[in-house]
């Protein structure tokens, strides 16, 4: 779930700086995220309703031992977000909402562990989807991991920026939402510093050792501009074109970012190994992550 970037959600609190151990609860909350995703992916078919993934994604994070991050925040009404075709963001699951065959949806997952946060997203095809859907998706995943790749101590919150922008550019003409944006997430689901998906690398807080963010790219096929519709939540692309969003949360630590969201802290993805010492989940092996098979990243002359 991301945070608007006029307005911003609730007041400002500056920037949390966590402990290995508070970072480790995080770890905790992640996996039940990546997990619950994997899960979610896997139910989405042709005729399923987006009520029945809520349903399926309550069950999963609580039977986790984990709370929904979404339920009643700000008297939102659901443990996900569901969010299909042309809706960007915070679409609200519905026993009346259908999946067809081409559609895609991206479901956007919170879990609370201990008093910490994990934030992720994913975008999926319903079926067989459309070659330019599928590219949609693949640039939406690659920038991303283009973002997360610069989430490292001593570069600046303008390098994942750009880093996103960048990326998206050079896949093809996409819109950059720039409306909403990533956040700052631990002890609470939206924190500062809001991170955009575009701007000039070197600007921006300096990235320390102890932060912990939500990175989220949103694309379009067509114009970036959004309309809020009538239930106050969901975001669609104002030109009716189809949106992808993903999303991870990323811990900044000495050694190099930690996929939080990602079953292999972000291995496969961004190489090396995972910072902290020991995973808290040493049974998942390293892997791809939810949502793709995309080639490992690395970094880009950004």
Known sequence: MRRRNVGGWGRRVGIEIKTPEQFAVMRE???????ALRVLAAAVRPGVTTAELDALAEAEIRGAGATPS???YYDYPATICTSVNEEIVHGIPSPRRSLREGDIISIDCGAIVGGWHGDAAVTV???DISPEHARLLQACETALWRGLVQARAGGRLGDISHAVETSAARCGRYGVVEEYTG????????MDPPVPNYGRPGRGPRLRPGMALAVEPMLTLGSPETVLL?????????DGSRAAH??????????????LTAEDG?????GGTTPLGR?????????PPTGGNLPPVTPGPY
């Open 29 to 35: 909350a992640g996996l039940v995220v990546a997990r």
């Open 70 to 72: 979404f339920k009643g």
């Open 125 to 127: 095809g319903v079926g």
């Open 183 to 190: 956040h700052g997430i631990g002890s609470a689901m939206h």
């Open 230 to 238: 009538d239930d106050g939540w969901t975001v669609v692309t104002a």
């Open 246 to 259: 993903f999303e991870h949360t990323v811990a900044i630590t000495g050694d190099g970012p930690w996929v």
């Open 266 to 270: 972000g291995l496969y993805r961004l």
């Open 279 to 287: 995973d808290p989940s040493p049974q998942d092996p390293p892997g």
